[in-house]
C-alpha cells in the first residue's frame, strides 16, 4: 500500500491508496480522466473550466485544459471534445 497521495495525473478516492499511480483497476483510484486534471493528492479530479478542454488522460495541471479552438466554444466545464458545439 502507498503510504501517502497519489502522485500528479492520478486521483485516489480517499487520502491514501495502494499505489501513487494507481491503474483504474480499482473504483475511485486511476489515472486522471480526460475534461479533468488532477495535482499531486487529488481525491476528486478537477474539472477543466468552461472555455477550456482536454481529451487527453493524466492531466496534472490546470495548464493541461487548453483553450477551445476558434470556431468552437466549449460550454461546460469538464470537457473532453470541442468538436461538437461549433459556433
Given amino acids: 500500500q502507498a503510504s501517502g497521495p497519489c502522485d500528479a495525473g492520478y486521483f485516489c478516492g480517499s487520502t491514501g491508496g495502494w499505489t501513487a ?30 472555455g477550456t478542454y ?17 470556431g468552437f466554444y466549449c460550454p461546460d466545464e469538464g470537457m473532453a471534445n470541442w468538436s461538437v458545439y461549433a459556433c
Fill in 21 to 50: 499511480r494507481p491503474d483504474g483497476s480499482v473504483a475511485g483510484f486511476g489515472p486522471c480522466p480526460s475534461g479533468r486534471y488532477c495535482p499531486a493528492g487529488t481525491v476528486v479530479p478537477v474539472a477543466c473550466p468552461r
Fill in 54 to 70: 482536454s481529451s487527453t488522460v493524466g492531466n496534472r495541471n490546470l495548464s493541461d485544459c487548453v483553450a477551445c479552438p476558434a
